[in-house]
């Protein structure tokens, strides 16, 4: 199975005695379910059941759903808000007054916002509003459907890219372990190195010497982080092939993996293994990026 994205686009056409319609329904990453819907004025009712159906079918997302009318020829028209003019027209008045400037003319008032406005369609009884509601949550059925696919399908693509960032961080890992083996060697001879260069010539006893080099070593000691880094990427492939909603767990993953691969940065007397340990940062990076646009 595959993961799901939370980004999609989708669209259905319905249409129900003489009245077409189209849903724009889109969505894009987000902490939660979040639905937005937009509908001309006179179909607010719709937006409880929106949210249902929504809820059937999604877990996380913000999610905008646009409703476009079109109530066919002759259906609706333009006309004149009286009260919207006559609140313009006393303003007009009055500010002509206070100024002294020329009263505004009626092409000015009409092109105020809300002077004229468009009919809507709206049912004339009460069975008539509940059969043309039922028709335009049914295509807005279709357009959430549609939108189901369109996020599965983006999801699959997504899978690769996250598959691909899991492989990668596990290669680094290992890179990391080989390169953390060798540590204790290093140090030993950069501290021999160093101490020869201290003592002009002079020697340090053996088993001092030892003794500092299993000190340096057990800070540098990285295996409890290589680890963990190896059990985070077990349990991403396993969230990955679940088929849920795992986004905020891989997200938390990603987390986990940057703690570790901080610590190992931190660690690290090498230069090689702290390239290595920079490489995973980015990697890392680029994996929590893609794991917040997961459902």
Excluded: Y
Aim: aromatic share 4%.
């Amino acid at each position: 199975m595959t993961i799901v994205s939370m980004t999609g686009f989708a669209e259905a056409h319905g249409s129900h005695d003489g009245a077409r319609w189209r849903w724009e329904v889109k969505s894009v990453n987000g902490r939660g379910l979040d639905l937005r819907l937009r509908a001309p004025q006179g179909f607010d009712g719709l937006e409880p059941a929106a949210r249902t159906l929504a809820g059937e079918r999604f877990k996380r997302g913000s999610i905008q759903a646009a409703l476009n009318l079109d109530a066919g020829e002759g259906a609706r028209g333009l006309r004149v808000d009286p009260a919207a003019l006559a609140s313009a027209i006393r303003i007009a008045r009055e500010v002509a007054a206070e100024t002294g400037l020329a009263p505004a003319r009626i092409d000015g008032l009409l092109a105020l916002k809300g002077i004229i406005v468009q009919d809507e369609p709206l049912a004339a009884d009460e069975r008539a509003r509940a059969g043309r509601d039922a028709a335009i949550l049914e295509s807005l059925a279709a357009a959430f459907d549609a939108l189901v696919r369109a996020r599965a399908m983006e999801g699959h693509k997504l899978h690769a890219v996250l598959a691909s960032q899991i492989d990668e961080i596990a290669k680094l890992t290992d890179d990391a372990a080989l390169l953390a083996a060798a540590q204790p060697h290093a140090l030993r001879d950069k501290l021999a190195a160093q101490v020869a260069e201290l003592l002009a010539g002079g020697t340090l006893a053996e088993d001092r010497l030892a003794q500092e080099v299993a000190l340096l070593a057990v800070k540098a000691d990285v295996r409890e982080e290589l680890d963990r880094l190896r059990s985070h990427v077990q349990a991403a492939r396993t969230l990955m092939a679940s088929g849920e909603a795992v986004g905020r767990k891989l997200d938390f993953l990603s987390q986990e993996f940057n703690r570790e691969s901080n610590t190992l940065c931190s660690k690290s007397s090498d230069i090689a293994l702290t390239r290595v340990g920079l490489a995973l940062k980015a990697v890392i990076d680029q994996f929590r990026e893609q794991a917040q646009n997961v459902e």
